[in-house]
């Protein structure tokens, strides 16, 4: 069965500090899909990263940074100086190729302080 | 570009009553999906409409929810009757499906459902 787990349920940090949110999977398919989503007060999901099962380079994008490693069915996401405007609820999910549907695992709450 | 809408944003019900909740997805998206989030768990999938069709529905709880999709557009979501654990928030979703499984799915604000 495909799974997806995020040990971290509630995180708090200050400001400027470095933050990295666990995420680990499990799926028997070869071909799947990673996503990561952040969920503000708002209440919308807001996409933030795809990575595809053959594509194991990490990637960063400004603060943010993912690191994708098959070998221990892990997509972890490091937030570098962390800001207050980073405080939203972040949820790590897997996609079926086959199926189209996201399994998404029960989300990490982050509060950065000020 | 309008995003995805849903509405209503909250409804509170008494156990028993029906429960229409609606989704507009982004123009020209073909897929459309539902899911929902009872309170601190997973996001979980109920269903997925290609245009008007539905794609899989093995995410639905029970027969006392119906998805219709009338015309590919806007969807709705009926809770009859309601009961207490249907109480979550229901998130809509749709993609333009170019992409499979690959595709970006973008997510509305949700409808906070609460069934007393």
């Known amino acids: 069965a495909q799974k997806v787990t995020q040990a971290q349920t509630e995180i708090s940090v200050v400001e400027k500090e470095d933050v990295t949110l666990d995420c680990v999977y499990e799926?028997?398919?070869?071909?799947?899909?990673l996503f990561w989503y952040k969920q503000p007060p708002s209440g919308e999901l807001v996409f933030l990263i795809r990575?595809?099962?053959?594509?194991?380079q990490n990637e960063i994008s400004g603060r943010y940074s993912w690191n994708f490693q098959k070998s221990t069915s892990s997509f972890n996401f490091t937030i570098t100086a962390s800001q207050v405007v980073d405080s939203a609820v972040y949820f790590c999910?897997?996609?079926?190729?086959?199926?189209?549907?996201?399994?998404f695992g029960t989300g990490t709450r982050l509060q950065v302080f000020p | 570009e309008a995003g995805v809408t849903q509405f209503p944003s909250h409804s509170v019900i008494e156990k028993g009553q029906t429960v229409t909740l609606r989704c507009d997805p982004i123009s020209g998206h073909d897929n459309l999906y539902w899911y929902r989030r009872v309170m601190g768990k997973e996001i979980k999938f109920l269903l997925h409409?290609?245009?008007?069709?539905?794609?899989?529905e093995s995410g639905m709880p029970n027969n006392r929810f119906l998805a219709e999709r009338t015309g590919g557009t806007y969807s709705t979501l009926k809770v009859q009757p309601a009961e207490l654990e249907d109480s979550g928030v229901y998130f809509c979703?749709?993609?333009?499906?170019?992409?499979?499984?690959?595709?970006?799915?973008?997510f509305g604000p949700g409808t906070r459902l609460t069934v007393l």
């Open positions: 999910a897997l996609n079926d190729y086959n199926t189209d549907k996201l399994i």
């Open positions: 990575r595809n099962s053959f594509d194991e």
């Open positions: 799926t028997r398919d070869t071909t799947y899909y």
């Open positions: 979703a749709s993609s333009q499906g170019v992409l499979g499984g690959a595709d970006e799915q973008f």
């Open positions: 409409f290609v245009k008007e069709s539905k794609q899989d």
